[in-house]
């Protein structure tokens, strides 16, 4: 158990549905990560934040959002989802901002879009 | 920008015998490097980490791994393949300054009975 998690599990919605889901860091982490694992295209970096600022962005589509809270737990918002955006979502959490600070990854929830 | 490869999508070996699964890096900095697996169905898992102190790093469940500046590699190595070491298995290269964790494509081990 990595200490981070991630809420919900699993999650099956319909085209052009938005949802959101939830990870709350690690006691004392900092910096929350998200991810985006699929067959085709393997793990992806979306954003992070750290200490509730955007920090880096990476291949994260317009429809994607995200935040941190004051509590330091992060929500990924999706919208207008489309079928290609069933994936594995993985959040990560770090104390620091980057190397050489590792990075703990949550569970996952599987998202699937029908 | 720094960039990872793994040279091997799929490694498959018997269980008793060696795992060497490859990973060579480019990175501007002084790089920190990662190993971590992933179980089917699983969240990602750290294996073991350099951050430019010993070279030779240890990590759980009987891995190791060698950075070695000079052929920019950090392969990661275990004497012994057990059935539960299957999984996939991602090396990550992180900058020390500022810039962000970049993961190899992965490796897929298959241990055989």
């Known amino acids: 158990d990595s200490g981070v998690t991630q809420t919900p599990k699993h999650l099956i919605t319909a085209t052009g549905q938005r949802v959101t889901l939830r990870c709350s860091p690690r006691s004392g982490d900092l910096s929350v990560y998200w991810y985006q694992q699929s067959l085709d295209q393997g793990l992806q970096f979306l954003i992070q934040?750290?200490?509730?600022?955007?920090?880096a962005k990476g291949n994260i589509l317009e429809r994607f959002s995200a935040q941190q809270f004051p509590d330091l737990h992060s929500e990924l918002n999706l919208s207008s989802l489309e079928l290609g955006d069933s994936a594995l979502y993985f959040c990560?959490?770090?104390?620091?901002?980057?190397?050489?600070?590792?990075?703990?990854f949550g569970p996952g929830t599987r998202l699937t879009v029908t | 920008a720094q960039s990872v490869t793994q040279l091997d999508s799929h490694v498959s070996v018997s269980e008793g015998t060696p795992v060497l699964l490859r990973c060579n890096y480019s990175s501007s900095y002084s790089p920190s490097l990662f190993w971590y697996v992933q179980h089917p169905n699983k969240g990602l898992q750290l294996l073991l980490k350099?951050?430019?102190?010993?070279?030779l790093v240890k990590g759980i469940n009987g891995f190791e791994a060698e950075f070695k500046k000079s052929e920019t590699s950090f392969h990661l190595t275990k004497p012994s393949a057990h059935m539960s070491d299957a999984a996939e298995y991602f090396c990550v290269v992180g900058d020390n300054y500022g810039q962000n964790f970049v993961f190899g494509p992965g490796t897929r081990l298959s241990v055989l009975p």
């Open positions: 934040y750290y200490n509730g600022e955007e920090r």
């Open positions: 350099y951050t430019s102190a010993a070279t």
């Open positions: 990560a959490s770090s104390v620091g901002a980057q190397a050489p600070y590792e990075q703990y």
